[in-house]
């Protein structure tokens, strides 16, 4: 009930004005492009965060160095800190009196530098536990039949790091569909530009819209579900064993 | 010689796992590395595939030095103690997976793996994966997987210890059928005395990183190197000073002289034979090993007094009477693995 009820009223929302109400709302230019932008810059970054953050696992859990828990740490600070206060340092960072002389305030690279930084987490903790638990042997036994590392690692270790890596990336692409408090500052939400799809709908109740407000949800909600259903199809068919 | 192994010592952090050991293991021998936890033995067998590298000493395998080539250049095939089977694969594309790493033809390929699924005995199961296996067959599987690439020898760690005991004497047997077939030099780790001696053609006995002694089953149980040895690979009971096997006692009922007055504490039956646990004057404990029909001839049970001495004492006091009864007459050498 706690979940269905506002998803149904969402829903009842967007289709005040009918379903032909729905369509306009959906298919303004404005709403187009926030919805296309996300979506793209959206997949960018879970493209980009499934192969650092697989990278980062792999780092943390097979090699040691000094200050290996301080980064093991750093890692979840994404997690902790609100995404508000995120938006806030990057842009200090990288905005227009940036200490180091980026500026990338109001541009789509920072949209994504947005996207990027909080959604880091989510593959790296995903692929860790299963990459600790993953039997060292397996890889040996390969390295003793020939393989070189690359080919143990493309043929052994992927395959079994591959459900985590896709369970991992659909967390953090739910998370960059409708993320706004780390983007709302550093995108400067130009329409047509950096405005993302939580952004416009943000704005549109400003505008006092909500029934464009509430038919770009569904949108995001229905993407969400999608997502959801695919990656637990693509799980079944992994796990036959 | 198939693998020689020239002053290899290898340390963990503090710890010595192997210390200066040399080995000579023939072409086309089955060995067993025999020893305790922690003596080395599975340090050793990485050592010689290439899954650790060795602080000093040299590794060659069929004459070529391979102390510095890794895993995948020494053409051995290694069989882990928890198969390492490749979760993701069915059992053919397992066993294929070092042709296929090899780039041989497909057809080639097919025809090999479908070769040694049936010589594991596992055709019915190619398309299965390997959590639809039970432990014995997983580890047929390991074993087809390693000998898919021809290896020039096949090591094994352990390979039947995470296994229950009926499937352990099955696949042991089964093993040293299988070597008399192909014929690969083959090395395996275990710490079963039973296990090397049932199967190994030689055995070197380990103990904290080292090699204690090399041979023949037999040789290695009658004529151990040391306390160490006579240990491990076999029951051992102590008279006075000497050590020896509790098949070497002689019980008597009557006094015979030299030998030492004791009490039987238990009679345990073991099927054909049966331990006689006893304690002597000093009030040490002994245990003696007869036959059935040895141990009824002689009649004793608890709290019984006999006299004990060694069987090789025996011919020079020898008291010529009937109730005389000596423990095993064919000394052990064709049936090692008793206790």
Same mark, same amino acid.
């Not at chain 2, 390991?142 to 696949?171: I, K």
């Not at chain 2, 039973?194 to 030689?202: I, P, R, S």
């Given at each position: 009930?706690?979940?269905?009820?506002?998803?149904?009223?969402?829903?009842?929302?967007?289709?005040?004005?009918?379903?032909?109400?729905?369509?306009?709302?959906?298919?303004?230019?404005?709403?187009?492009?926030?919805?296309?932008?996300?979506?793209?810059?959206?997949?960018?970054?879970?493209?980009?965060?499934?192969?650092?953050?697989?990278?980062?696992?792999?780092?943390?859990?097979?090699?040691?160095?000094?200050?290996?828990?301080?980064?093991?740490?750093?890692?979840?600070?994404?997690?902790?800190?609100?995404?508000?206060?995120?938006?806030?340092?990057?842009?200090?960072?990288?905005?227009?009196?940036?200490?180091?002389?980026?500026?990338?305030?109001?541009?789509?690279?920072?949209?994504?530098?947005?996207?990027?930084?909080?959604?880091?987490?989510?593959?790296?903790? &995903? !692929?860790?536990? $299963? @990459? /600790? *638990? %993953?039997?060292?042997?397996?890889?040996?036994?390969? #390295?003793? =039949? +020939?393989?070189?590392?690359?080919?143990?690692?493309?043929?052994?270790?992927?395959?079994?790091?591959?459900?985590?890596?896709?369970?991992?990336?659909?967390?953090?692409?739910?998370?960059?569909?409708?993320?706004?408090?780390?983007?709302?500052?550093?995108?400067?939400?130009?329409?047509?530009?950096?405005?993302?799809?939580?952004?416009?709908?943000?704005?549109?109740?400003?505008?006092?819209?909500?029934?464009?407000?509430? &038919? !770009?949800?569904? $949108? @995001? /909600? *229905? %993407?969400?579900?999608?997502?959801?259903?695919?990656? #637990?199809? =693509? +799980?079944?068919?992994?796990?036959?064993? | 010689?198939?693998?020689?192994?020239?002053?290899?010592?290898?340390?963990?952090?503090?710890?010595?796992?192997?210390?200066?050991?040399?080995?000579?293991?023939?072409?086309?021998?089955?060995?067993?590395?025999?020893?305790?936890?922690?003596?080395?033995?599975?340090?050793?067998?990485?050592?010689?595939?290439?899954?650790?590298?060795?602080?000093?000493?040299?590794?060659?395998?069929?004459?070529?030095?391979?102390?510095?080539?890794?895993?995948?250049?020494?053409?051995?095939?290694?069989?882990?103690?928890?198969?390492?089977?490749?979760?993701?694969?069915?059992?053919?594309?397992?066993?294929?997976?070092?042709?296929?790493?090899?780039?041989?033809?497909?057809?080639?390929?097919?025809?090999?793996?479908?070769?040694?699924?049936?010589?594991?005995?596992?055709?019915?199961?190619?398309?299965?994966?390997?959590?639809?296996?039970?432990?014995?067959?997983?580890?047929?599987?390991?074993?087809?997987?390693?000998?898919?690439?021809?290896?020039?020898?096949?090591?094994?760690?352990?390979?039947?210890?995470?296994?229950?005991?009926?499937?352990?004497?099955?696949?042991?047997?089964?093993?040293?059928?299988?070597?008399?077939?192909?014929?690969?030099?083959?090395?395996?780790?275990?710490?079963?005395?039973?296990?090397?001696?049932?199967?190994?053609?030689?055995?070197?006995?380990?103990?904290?990183?080292?090699?204690?002694?090399?041979?023949?089953?037999?040789?290695?149980?009658?004529?151990?190197?040391?306390?160490?040895?006579?240990?491990?690979?076999?029951?051992?009971?102590?008279?006075?000073?000497?050590?020896?096997?509790?098949?070497?006692?002689?019980?008597?009922?009557?006094?015979?002289?030299?030998?030492?007055?004791?009490?039987?504490?238990?009679?345990?039956?073991?099927?054909?034979?049966?331990?006689?646990?006893?304690?002597?004057?000093?009030?040490?404990?002994?245990?003696?090993?007869?036959?059935?029909?040895?141990?009824?001839?002689?009649?004793?049970?608890?709290?019984?007094?006999?006299?004990?001495?060694?069987?090789?004492?025996?011919?020079?006091?020898?008291?010529?009477?009937?109730?005389?009864?000596?423990?095993?007459?064919?000394?052990?050498?064709?049936?090692?693995?008793?206790?």
């Amino acid at each position: 009930m706690i979940v269905l009820l506002p998803l149904a009223a969402v829903v009842a929302r967007s289709t005040d004005g009918g379903l032909d109400g729905f369509w306009r709302a959906v298919s303004s230019r404005e709403a187009v492009a926030a919805l296309r932008l996300t979506l793209i810059v959206s997949v960018a970054v879970v493209a980009i965060n499934a192969v650092m953050g697989t990278l980062i696992a792999w780092v943390l859990v097979r090699d040691e160095f000094p200050g290996k828990r301080v980064v093991s740490a750093v890692i979840d600070l994404p997690f902790a800190l609100p995404t508000i206060v995120a938006g806030v340092t990057l842009l200090a960072l990288y905005g227009p009196k940036s200490p180091l002389g980026v500026n990338i305030a109001f541009t789509r690279v920072g949209v994504a530098l947005a996207l990027l930084f909080v959604t880091l987490p989510f593959v790296v903790r &995903a !692929v860790q536990p $299963v @990459l /600790l *638990a %993953l039997d060292r042997e397996m890889e040996e036994a390969a #390295s003793s =039949l +020939g393989a070189s590392p690359l080919t143990t690692f493309r043929r052994i270790v992927l395959p079994n790091l591959r459900p985590a890596i896709v369970a991992g990336a659909s967390l953090a692409f739910a998370r960059a569909l409708g993320e706004f408090g780390s983007v709302v500052l550093i995108s400067g939400n130009v329409p047509f530009k950096t405005e993302v799809a939580a952004v416009f709908i943000y704005a549109q109740i400003g505008n006092d819209n909500v029934t464009g407000a509430a &038919a !770009v949800s569904v $949108v @995001l /909600l *229905a %993407l969400s579900l999608l997502l959801l259903a695919s990656v #637990s199809r =693509l +799980g079944k068919r992994r796990h036959d064993e | 010689m198939a693998i020689e192994v020239r002053g290899v010592s290898k340390r963990f952090g503090d710890f010595a796992a192997l210390s200066d050991v040399s080995l000579t293991i023939p072409g086309g021998s089955l060995t067993a590395l025999l020893g305790p936890s922690g003596s080395g033995k599975s340090t050793l067998l990485r050592v010689i595939a290439g899954l650790e590298r060795p602080d000093a000493g040299s590794v060659s395998i069929e004459g070529r030095d391979v102390t510095r080539a890794p895993a995948r250049q020494r053409n051995v095939g290694f069989v882990f103690q928890h198969y390492a089977a490749f979760k993701h694969m069915t059992v053919r594309e397992n066993v294929a997976f070092g042709l296929r790493v090899r780039k041989r033809p497909k057809a080639e390929i097919a025809k090999r793996v479908d070769e040694l699924l049936a010589l594991v005995h596992l055709t019915g199961w190619a398309d299965r994966y390997p959590s639809q296996l039970s432990g014995g067959q997983r580890q047929r599987m390991a074993l087809a997987r390693a000998l898919a690439v021809q290896p020039s020898v096949l090591l094994l760690d352990e390979p039947f210890g995470a296994l229950d005991a009926r499937v352990r004497a099955e696949l042991r047997d089964w093993l040293r059928r299988l070597h008399e077939r192909i014929h690969v030099t083959t090395v395996f780790v275990t710490h079963d005395q039973h296990e090397a001696m049932e199967v190994a053609e030689q055995i070197a006995v380990m103990r904290e990183g080292r090699i204690e002694q090399v041979g023949a089953p037999a040789e290695v149980y009658d004529r151990p190197a040391n306390e160490f040895v006579m240990g491990f690979v076999g029951p051992v009971t102590r008279l006075g000073e000497r050590a020896l096997r509790p098949h070497d006692l002689r019980l008597s009922r009557e006094p015979v002289k030299g030998a030492r007055q004791a009490i039987v504490e238990r009679v345990v039956p073991l099927g054909f034979e049966v331990r006689v646990e006893l304690r002597a004057e000093g009030g040490e404990g002994l245990s003696a090993q007869l036959t059935r029909s040895q141990a009824a001839a002689l009649g004793v049970g608890e709290g019984d007094l006999v006299w004990v001495r060694a069987a090789d004492e025996e011919a020079t006091r020898r008291s010529g009477r009937g109730s005389d009864v000596s423990a095993t007459p064919q000394a052990s050498a064709a049936s090692p693995t008793r206790g």
